[in-house]
């Protein structure tokens, strides 16, 4: 029985490009979709093995996207595929339930590969993206952030660069750096993907109350 698949992607050579990959393998593209609702209006009439989503869709974040399926549907694997390779969305799609990453520059027969691995109800990440997220995080590190590098770290959870929350925050590039560096140090984590992830479990644990 072939894997049924919702792609959720506005590029449509993106789509097309999916369904000629599909029909020579085990694989069906079974819907398209544009945007977050019509991938949810398709979700509530027939559902698939296995969702492929776009990090960015005209409509939202594909981790938005990905939290309201875990929402309906929990068991039902989401995958990014995705031209975007920032550490930071990797680490809150790990952090949100997320099957899988695989970018678009990946070779093909990995696609498929992670696609047959997730549907089958295994996590696709590689060790090197687990280690990479998860290496020196405690469940719950102390910290005494202040209220300013709280803002950082929410900033810094979404992706944003350096410069990016120096402009939101309408703070020096450098007072952000030095942000930066003592939230690693509090949290006890090595770099910003951990730190990213840290905070995204903090927010997933406080709406979870």
Same mark, same amino acid.
Do not use: C
């Given at each position: 029985m072939?894997i049924?698949?919702?792609?959720v992607?506005?590029?449509e050579?993106v789509q097309? +490009?999916?369904?000629?990959? =599909?029909?020579?393998?085990s694989?069906?593209?079974?819907?398209t979709?544009k945007?977050?609702a019509e991938?949810? @209006?398709?979700l509530?009439? &027939? @559902?698939?093995d296995?969702v492929?989503?776009e990090?960015?869709?005209?409509?939202?974040s594909?981790i938005?996207?990905?939290? @309201?399926?875990k929402?309906?549907w929990?068991?039902? /694997?989401v995958l990014f =595929?995705?031209g975007s390779?920032?550490?930071? %969305?990797?680490? &809150? +799609?790990? $952090?949100s339930?997320? !099957?899988? %990453?695989?970018?678009?520059?990946?070779r093909?027969n990995?696609?498929?590969d *992670?696609?047959?691995?997730?549907?089958s109800g295994?996590?696709a990440?590689?060790e090197e993206?687990l280690?990479q997220?998860?290496? +020196?995080?405690?469940?719950? /590190?102390?910290?005494?952030l202040? $209220?300013r #590098?709280?803002?950082?770290l929410?900033?810094?959870?979404h992706g944003?660069?350096?410069?990016?929350?120096?402009?939101v925050?309408?703070?020096g590039y #450098?007072t *952000?750096?030095?942000?930066v560096?003592?939230i690693? &140090?509090?949290?006890?984590?090595?770099?910003?993907?951990?730190a990213? *992830?840290? !905070? *995204?479990?903090k927010?997933?644990?406080?709406?979870?109350?």
């Amino acid at each position: 029985m072939p894997i049924r698949v919702l792609s959720v992607d506005d590029h449509e050579v993106v789509q097309l +490009g999916l369904g000629v990959l =599909f029909e020579q393998s085990s694989v069906r593209l079974q819907t398209t979709a544009k945007t977050s609702a019509e991938a949810l @209006q398709a979700l509530g009439k &027939r @559902q698939p093995d296995v969702v492929l989503t776009e990090t960015l869709l005209p409509d939202g974040s594909g981790i938005d996207l990905l939290k @309201q399926i875990k929402a309906e549907w929990p068991s039902l /694997p989401v995958l990014f =595929f995705t031209g975007s390779e920032s550490p930071s %969305y990797m680490a &809150r +799609g790990y $952090a949100s339930g997320a !099957a899988g %990453y695989v970018t678009k520059s990946d070779r093909l027969n990995r696609l498929m590969d *992670v696609v047959s691995l997730v549907a089958s109800g295994k996590m696709a990440w590689t060790e090197e993206q687990l280690k990479q997220f998860t290496g +020196g995080l405690s469940p719950d /590190p102390e910290s005494s952030l202040t $209220a300013r #590098e709280g803002d950082v770290l929410q900033l810094l959870a979404h992706g944003l660069t350096n410069n990016e929350i120096a402009a939101v925050l309408q703070i020096g590039y #450098e007072t *952000v750096k030095e942000h930066v560096q003592h939230i690693l &140090r509090k949290l006890g984590v090595r770099h910003r993907t951990q730190a990213a *992830v840290w !905070a *995204v479990r903090k927010e997933m644990t406080r709406s979870d109350k």
